[in-house]
């Protein structure tokens, strides 16, 4: 079936009260649909939906893994839909609430405790258990990320973490040095302030609006983003944030404000690493191949500043099975052979980050032509010797949220409409209503 980007991509976000309405319809929903069994069409053929979102290239590297399916399967055949990020969620919500949810479907931390709780995914557990879904080759830390209020609500499909990525080619005009890992938080801004100096180009884009950064600050200096489904920091602490943003900006390490709201896209194609108006640019590492499709630089990548101990390897996002799917066994057999089937493996890469089956992680690495994919898995491999323990919680309902609120009062400080201090004030009562915190 061909693939064809969604043409809703660019519809505006709905509002979280939206998202909350469509999924209240879910339970009775699925508790309809759940009716049916794994039976096939009259033709002797079952059709399976299958969503997700990503650029071109995820959706050629999916429709070739699906294809090898089939292949050995012939009898399943697969209806794909897959659209940008942008709007994704969206889509996923009107489906749901509609009853027509896939019955397959990509998903990230940012919402998969929000669908779990309102009993959109099927838990896993069992399939794990007995190994129909075989997770003996994955991190238990990585597996248990999928965990919610006890049940598996998603199989975790690749390992990622956070990375600073810098244009060499920048560096090398100015015969700078490069950042390292282990930097301090000031003397990285101070870098950065050199490379504007020297370059004309803004250092690094401002960060205090990406959660990302954010989190990995808080737990260098004694904090976390939650614990126990409730925020882990205080006032003080964005306090000090965003203060360290402001004299970034105020010693010219940062770019314009305007710019800095430019950055803080999710568009890959937007970083401002790789339309030339930053020096850096804080991304995922699994972003490496798809930044450098965008640019004609080298770039190189580091952990985020300060104790990269306080950086953890996480699950980069996670496919789920609807719960009220009439083919529920059949989606799960379709998620073992994605995870851990070694030609399935071999195609895939590391799009959605490190394969999460530690075997096929490794065929992948001593396989892999691109060289910007092995770039991604040395870079990966490398800073997972540095880093911590992983985040112990899967982010709560709201956490989407909490990123939006980020975004729009780090922006206010960033334009001067609010001072670091009064953000944090603004953010810590914004996020506590996000999640439901009292």
């Given at each position: 079936m061909e693939l064809k980007p969604d043409p809703r991509t660019l519809k505006p976000q709905l509002?979280?009260?939206?998202?909350?309405?469509?999924?209240?319809?879910?339970?009775v929903l699925a508790a309809t649909a759940a009716c049916g069994d794994d039976s096939s069409?009259?033709?002797?053929?079952?059709?399976?939906?299958f969503f997700w979102w990503g650029a071109q290239a995820r959706a050629d590297l999916t429709d070739k893994a699906l294809a090898l399916y089939t292949s050995r399967h012939p009898e399943v055949t697969f209806k794909k839909t897959w659209q940008a990020n942008q709007g994704y969620f969206d889509k996923l919500a009107t489906l749901t609430a509609g009853g027509n949810a896939p019955d397959i479907f990509q998903i990230d931390d940012n919402y998969i405790a929000e669908y779990s709780g309102r009993g959109v995914t099927l838990d896993?557990?069992?399939?794990?258990?007995?190994?129909?879904?075989?997770?003996?080759?994955?991190?238990e830390s990585l597996w248990k990320y999928g965990e919610?209020?006890?049940?598996?609500?998603?199989?975790?499909f690749g390992e990622n973490t956070q990375g600073l990525v810098w244009s060499q080619t920048l560096l090398d005009k100015a015969k700078l040095p490069a950042p390292k890992t282990g930097m301090s938080w000031d003397d990285f801004i101070s870098w950065a302030a050199e490379v504007s100096k020297a370059t004309k180009v803004p250092g690094t884009q401002d960060p205090s609006a990406i959660y990302q950064a954010l989190w990995v600050y808080l737990r260098q200096n004694g904090a976390d983003l939650y614990s126990d489904n409730k925020l882990a920091f205080d006032e003080s602490h964005i306090g000090s944030w965003f203060s360290l943003w402001k004299g970034a900006r105020d010693k010219g390490a940062c770019p314009t404000p305007d710019v800095i709201h430019e950055g803080n896209a999710t568009d890959i194609s937007k970083q401002l690493v790789v339309t030339g108006k930053a020096g850096t640019s804080w991304v995922w590492v699994n972003q490496m191949p798809e930044l450098k499709k965008n640019t004609k630089d080298t770039l190189g990548v580091m952990a985020y500043p300060g104790d990269p101990s306080a950086q953890w390897a996480r699950a980069s996002m996670y496919f789920s099975v609807f719960k009220g799917s009439?083919?529920?066994?059949?989606?799960?057999?379709?998620?073992?052979?994605?995870?851990?089937?070694?030609e399935a493996g071999k195609i895939l890469g590391t799009d959605r980050g490190l394969p999460s089956n530690l075997d096929v992680r490794k065929l992948v690495a001593d396989t892999v032509t691109d060289?910007?994919?092995?770039?991604?898995?040395?870079?990966?491999?490398?800073?997972?010797?540095?880093?911590?323990?992983?985040?112990?919680?899967?982010p709560p309902k709201g956490h989407s949220k909490v990123k939006t609120e980020l975004v729009r009062i780090a922006e206010e400080v960033t334009y001067g409409r609010q001072s670091p201090q009064q953000g944090a004030t603004a953010f810590v009562t914004a996020a506590k209503a996000a999640i439901g915190q009292s």
């Open positions: 509002s979280r009260r939206s998202l909350l309405a469509g999924l209240a319809a879910v339970p069409g009259s033709d002797g053929k079952t059709e399976l939906s896993l557990t069992p399939y794990k258990d007995d190994n129909k879904l075989d997770m003996t080759k994955f991190p919610v209020d006890g049940k598996l609500a998603g199989a975790a009439p083919h529920k066994d059949l989606a799960v057999d379709v998620l073992n052979f994605l995870c851990n089937d070694p060289p910007n994919m092995k770039q991604t898995i040395q870079v990966q491999n490398d800073l997972g010797t540095k880093f911590g323990p992983t985040s112990p919680t899967v």
